[in-house]
C-alpha cells in the first residue's frame, strides 16, 4: 500500500513561518504531481499549492510571496515552507500525490492532515 505521512504543524503568532513536510512511502512506481491543500471550519478543501515532477509550481492566489513549495524527487517528499502567517491560514493541511503504483495504476493519495494554527 502507499501511505503520505505528514508533520510540522503547529500554532504559530502571526507574522511567524512553519515548514510542513510530506513523505510518500510504499508500493510506488513513480511519483506525479505532489501538492498541500487545506480546510477550514465550516469551508471547502481549497489548493495551496502543486508541484509536478518537472518542478513546475502553481500557487494559489492568496499564498503568493509567502508559501514556497518545494520537493525531493528521489525522496518522494514535499515541503512546503510558509512565512507571514496570518490567522486567516488557519486551517488542516492536507498532502496529495499522484501516485503510479507497480500495478501501471495512476491514483490519488491523501495524507491525514497537520493542523496549523496561526494565533495571537
Known amino acids: 500500500q502507499v501511505q503520505l505521512v505528514e508533520s510540522g504543524g503547529g500554532l504559530v503568532q502571526p507574522g511567524g513561518s512553519l515548514r510542513l513536510s510530506c513523505v510518500a512511502s510504499?508500493?510506488?512506481?513513480?511519483?506525479?504531481?505532489m501538492g498541500w491543500y487545506r480546510q477550514a471550519p465550516g469551508k471547502q478543501r481549497e489548493l495551496v499549492a502543486l508541484?509536478?515532477?518537472?518542478?513546475?509550481?502553481n500557487n494559489a492566489d492568496s499564498v503568493k510571496g509567502r508559501f514556497t513549495i518545494s520537493r525531493d524527487t528521489a525522496k518522494n517528499v514535499v515541503v512546503l515552507q510558509m512565512s507571514s502567517l496570518q490567522p486567516e491560514d488557519t486551517a488542516v493541511y492536507y498532502c496529495?500525490?499522484?501516485?503510479?503504483?507497480?500495478?501501471?495504476?495512476?491514483?490519488?493519495?491523501w495524507g491525514q492532515g497537520t493542523q496549523v494554527t496561526v494565533s495571537s
Open positions: 510504499g508500493r510506488i512506481f513513480s511519483v506525479a504531481g
Open positions: 496529495k500525490a499522484e501516485i503510479l503504483t507497480p500495478d501501471w495504476r495512476m491514483s490519488d493519495y
Open positions: 508541484i509536478n515532477s518537472g518542478g513546475r509550481v
